[in-house]
């Protein structure tokens, strides 16, 4: 007798979001990672759950904002089972306007959220002032303020879906007990699963990128995140702030930091004047999967049977995870096709 009918190699978001939508429909489920769930990119610190910005609209981008409207019930179920909390807030997000061509084009942004986020969320344009101490540093005086943006907590949110996955039934193998694939099996290895199929495929499908962030001793409170000078600056409720990353297509170590991080913090300390000499409590560093495509690659393997990919969630991983589990699902599952043509693995191919 089949001990599972999906059978997901990666511990990472990809694979937990899909193990816990799979259990969740009554399928039984084994998640295996050769290091630990949560333990490459889906382990780091900042959690940004931010949109595309509301023009030049596309499927990617419609399906991001459907993700991310998608995200607050998401997560309350899982930390419910769980009896965790994942960190999860939509608190909103803060972005310095430069000068009055960039403020023209703010205010032009406003008219096309109210028709393309369809009333569900917001883009405004603030004066600073009223953003208090901390605001970002802003040359025109205004600011960027969208109520969509969201932040997760991701070893919590991790930890969550494990608990939550076992909760319901699913079993998460230990490191040291590979399983033999057993009914559908889903690929969601990172990007060292990228490059595995860039082997299988005799082309480049995918790579990954180095991101290092950091965590800053500050209680910002329920405070909406920053977006300054190219730096994600995240509020957390245990009382830190998390700030990232940098984006290195060459790296020699896939987990140590050095100078390129130093200068994303002093960007952030530029940027929000509160900062200055609070202490880094952590520096972390991992790689993200970028598909090809540059949208996740999602679907069935072309010339397998029963063998499926979700990889390539890169910096939007967290973002798309709920709507990309949700239609992964669907198709393991269900035999039900709805993933859109720029996401499927042909696409990388």
């Known amino acids: 007798m089949a001990m599972a009918d999906v059978t997901i190699y990666g511990a990472g978001i990809a694979g937990l979001t899909l193990a816990w939508t799979c259990v969740q429909r009554g399928a039984k489920v084994q998640v295996w990672d050769k290091r630990a769930p949560g333990a490459g990119a889906s382990g780091g ?53 430069s000068d009055g061509a960039a403020l023209l084009l703010a205010r ?9 986020w369809e009333g569900q969320a917001r883009w405004d344009v603030v004066q600073a002032e009223r953003a208090g101490a901390w605001a970002p540093k802003t040359p025109s005086g205004w600011l960027i303020h969208d109520t969509l943006t969201a932040r997760l ?30 009914g559908k099996v889903v690929y969601a290895t990172g990007y060292e699963g990228l490059l595995e199929l860039s082997e299988v495929f005799e082309k480049p499908v995918g790579n990954g990128v180095k991101g290092q962030g950091a965590l800053l001793n500050y209680d910002a409170g329920d405070a ?13 409720a245990n009382g830190t702030v998390a700030i990232g990353s940098t984006s290195e297509r060459e790296f020699e170590s896939p987990d140590s930091v050095d100078e390129q991080l130093d200068a994303v ?24 999967p970028r598909a090809k495509s540059r949208a996740p690659m999602i679907g069935a393997v072309p010339g397998a049977q029963n063998v499926f990919v979700s990889n390539g969630g890169f910096k939007i991983g967290f973002g798309m995870a709920p709507k990309i589990a949700t239609i992964m699902a669907d198709l393991v599952l269900d035999d039900v096709d709805t993933i859109p043509d720029d996401f499927r693995v042909e696409a990388n191919i």
């Open 45 to 97: 610190l900042v959690g940004a759950l931010a949109p595309h910005v509301p023009e030049n609209w596309n499927p990617k981008k419609a399906f991001q904002f459907e993700s991310l409207m998608m995200a607050e019930p998401f997560w309350a179920e899982i930390g419910a089972a769980a009896g965790m909390d994942p960190g999860y807030s939509r608190s909103g997000r803060l972005q310095p306007i």
């Open 108 to 116: 032009s942004r406003l008219e096309n959220a109210k028709v393309l």
């Open 153 to 182: 907590s991701p070893r919590k949110a991790c930890a969550a879906l494990v608990a939550a996955i076992k909760a319901e039934g699913g079993r998460i193998l230990p490191v040291d007990a590979e399983p033999e694939p057993e």
């Open 224 to 236: 909406p995140q920053l977006f300054a000078d190219g730096v994600h600056i995240v509020p957390h």
């Open 265 to 288: 913090i002093e960007k952030a300390m530029k940027a929000v004047p509160v900062l200055q000499g609070v202490d880094v409590v952590e520096r972390w560093a991992g790689v993200r």
